[in-house]
């Protein structure tokens, strides 16, 4: 199959660039990817996105911008991008099944995921009381013992969202300070359910069938250093998010913590012809609005890429 632009990646970016080509007049075909819509699809509602009075479902507001492009006669494959060769244009994209897509510009639109610590036990109890997504299986811990690890906006965030499911939350921060804003460490603060320990790290996970409590360090590796167990129920990670772009096998420009570079106020990565938007790009904002911003700038880039390279 061939395109003239390929975007890869269904979250508000994907979608926004999607929308502008295809009302360009550009074709273009977009490839989902393993999350359709995006890390919205696990949250619920929304209230900062701009056009929704009362705020708007997510899954709702990731299917209306879905249907706003196929309106509009986009062409969306359900599908993964396996691998992309960048080294030449065309450039070829290898999808899940083996098929191929060339196309003349691409828009990686591929997001990020949750960071996880790294712990066998995080695996072991995965669905089993290990989550990192508070509002998708906050539910779940009504009346019961949560922790969130992390001391970021995030964790804050969904500490503050659980503790009104959960009889009691505690945020497990490894500094001695939060990193979050002042706005959201106050939100906490005024949680009575909501416990912080600080300088500590979470070294396991125990229980059985389920996860029971964690096994914690204090201040670990100084002569304070204390060992404790938690009782918890419920283990939400909240540590930040890593994007994704291993399937690009180094052909990108990335930054230290791995995020696509792009070239000032533009879309641009270090391959001609090869366009970032959404978070995938963004180690800054990470909101909704910013991603489809940056998805309407990475279609005109890609629009005035082509008429000038075809
Ligand atoms: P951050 O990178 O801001 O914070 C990550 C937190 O996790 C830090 O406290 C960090 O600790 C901790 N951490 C990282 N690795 C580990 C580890 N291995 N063990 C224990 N703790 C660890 O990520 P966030 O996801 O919180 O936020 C990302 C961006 O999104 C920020 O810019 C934030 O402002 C924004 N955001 C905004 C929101 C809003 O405004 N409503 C909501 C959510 C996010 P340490 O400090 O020690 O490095």
Not at 16 to 30: E, N, P
């Amino acid at each position: 199959m061939t395109t003239r632009c390929l975007i890869i990646g269904s979250g508000p970016a994907g979608y926004t660039a999607s929308i502008y080509l295809t009302r360009a007049g550009v074709d273009s075909v977009l490839v989902e990817g393993l999350q359709p819509g995006g890390q919205l699809t696990q949250t619920t509602t929304i209230e900062n996105f701009p056009g929704f009075p009362d705020g708007v479902d997510a899954n709702e507001l990731m299917d209306a911008m879905r249907q706003q492009a196929l309106n509009l006669g986009a062409v969306v494959r359900s599908d993964i991008v396996k691998s992309i060769d960048l080294s030449h244009r065309p450039f070829v994209a290898t999808l899940d099944g083996g098929e191929t897509i060339q196309a003349q510009a691409v828009i990686v639109a591929t997001g990020a995921s949750a960071k996880y610590l790294g712990l066998d036990d995080e695996k072991k109890y995965a669905g089993m009381g290990v989550s990192a997504c508070a509002t998708c299986d906050g539910f779940f811990y009504r009346k019961r013992v949560v922790a969130v690890v992390g001391g970021g906006d995030t964790a804050c965030e969904e500490a503050h969202y659980l503790s009104k499911l959960a009889s009691k939350v505690y945020i497990i921060v490894r500094k001695d300070y939060l990193r979050a804003s002042a706005a959201m460490q106050k939100r906490v603060s005024e949680r009575e359910n909501i416990e912080i320990l600080y300088n500590t790290n979470t070294v396991g996970l125990y229980g059985e069938g389920g996860v029971e409590g964690a096994h914690l360090v204090r201040h670990m590796g100084t002569e304070q250093e204390e060992r404790f167990d938690l009782p918890i129920d419920g283990f939400f990670l909240a540590i930040g998010h890593r994007p994704n772009t291993a399937f690009l096998d180094g052909q990108l420009a990335l930054d230290d913590s791995g995020y696509i570079k792009t070239d000032g106020m533009t879309t641009a990565t270090s391959v001609e012809g090869v366009f970032a938007a959404g978070d995938v790009a963004d180690p800054r904002y990470r909101q909704a609005i910013a991603a489809a911003g940056t998805g309407c700038r990475a279609a005109l880039d890609a629009e005035k890429f082509l008429a000038a390279n075809e």
